[in-house]
């Protein structure tokens, strides 16, 4: 018995084995020889693609008592073949299944493992492997010195591989080793440190591998100098200081990163925060960063002149605090000393005003409504005195 393996590269390929031989017997094909067979199929692998490399086996041959050898032919079909039949029990001879219209790309005369790298004008087609044994049987020896010798010759087809698509897409280039970020000039902080103001980063100077990505935590120095927090939330480019940051001094870490890592640098102290000087009508304070000294103020109220029982209204609520800055984030509250208010809608807007929406009940026509309008931080700790309001109800 023989067993040999074979290797092929390209889309479809066929081969074909044909067996030689180097000593002139009187060869003749005859029932003496066995044919070969196959107890187990060829087979071919590989990418259906134009540049590919297929790789085939020979299966399992059975060539007894003397296999002179095999040869391979690869071959570019215009259709697919079927896969190769079941083989025949007891190890019988198997013809296999040619695919149809099938030109030869390689011969391979010869043993040996033959690959196929699929060409150009494969596209489309189907590349299969043929396979041929051959078995030679000789006799005794004659007294004359002749010998005679028959051979048998046995046939194999692998699967098809196709149909052959285009060129594959040339791998991208691999990309050089990422040099790690560098910091040669140290972030900065930029803009005044008062109470309100808005703080930018600068990312500062570094080096290493493009594309670098920059984030920020902005961090809060205590008044006592006994180190630094991050400040909750602050992760972005610029920072608003607030009325915690009074007292205290800000810094910036900004950290650089790219494809081989990253890196963090932290930028100098500010001088400390100011409190925010008053500039009445024109800087706006968040609510929720007021202290309980910072005392409310209804600053001003637009409302119309006359309501109408069971109608409704829109006032405009402007909020302040005693120091000058308008307010905004303040819950308002609005309630009926006469008259009846059955829902009230407040909206806080970023300029510190409030649109409030009233709905009244039944009110006294020709009378007087009126209305008392408070105002506090969402926290309650910073009060506005309450203001009243006094509308007239229509006939």
Known sequence: MRISKLTFTGRRLAVMLVVTTAVALGLSASA????PGWYANPG????????????GHLGGL?????CQGTAYEVTSCTGAGPAGADRPTGGLAFD??????????????????PTYVVRAEDAGRHIQVHIIATNIDCGEVKTDGTQECNSSTGHAYTNTVGPITGQAAPAAPALPPAVLPLNTAPPAVLGNVEEGQVLTANNGTWTGTDPIAYTYVWNRCSKQNNGCKAIEGATKPAYTLVADDVGAKINVTVAATNRAGGRAFTSKLTGRVIPAKPRPGYLVLAAASLRDEHQLVVVDVRAPVTV???GSATLIVRVGDKRGFLIKGADVEV??????VESVTAVSRPTGNAIVRLKFGRLVKNGKLVLTINASDPDGEAQAAARRLTLTVAA
Do not use: I, Y
């Not at 059975?62 to 003397?66: E, F, H, K, R, V």
């Not at 296999?96 to 493992?113: I, K, L, M, Q, Y």
């Open 62 to 66: 059975l060539c007894t008592p003397n």
């Open 335 to 340: 309630s009926a000393a006469t008259g009846k």
């Open 44 to 55: 071919l692998s590989g990418p259906a693609q134009v540049g590919a490399t297929l790789v």
């Open 32 to 35: 003496g020889a066995e044919r």
């Open 96 to 113: 296999g299944n040619p695919a149809p219209g099938c030109v030869t790309r390689v011969p391979f005369p010869g043993s040996g493992d």
């Open 308 to 310: 109408r029982s069971g």
